[in-house]
């Protein structure tokens, strides 16, 4: 399988950001992120991961009662990212 260059990994995850930047305040599992960008559900998961150590996503661990997810991640963009965005 060939590898992905950096510059494309960075376009993807800016599709992300605009994605999660144009349903904001809406929490979406990490399925609808993939779904919408039209990738794979583990490499979406690894870059929303990255986005998430660089501050620019937030996850989402518990549903609206306070219970964990088990298997399932949701995905809202940060405040900092928004602001950011809402300025462009």
Do not use: C
Not at 22 to 46: C, H, N, S
């Amino acid at each position: 399988m060939p590898r992905i260059s950096d510059e494309k990994i960075e376009k993807i995850s800016e599709q992300i950001l605009s994605y999660l930047y144009g349903v904001f305040p809406k929490l979406v599992f990490t399925v609808d992120v993939a779904r919408e960008i039209a990738r794979d559900e583990e490499f979406v998961k690894r870059l929303l991961l990255g986005l998430e150590e660089k501050g620019l996503v937030v996850r989402i661990g518990k549903n609206s009662k306070g219970e964990v997810y088990l298997k399932r991640m949701r995905w809202r963009i940060s405040n900092r990212a928004h602001a950011v965005y809402a300025r462009l």
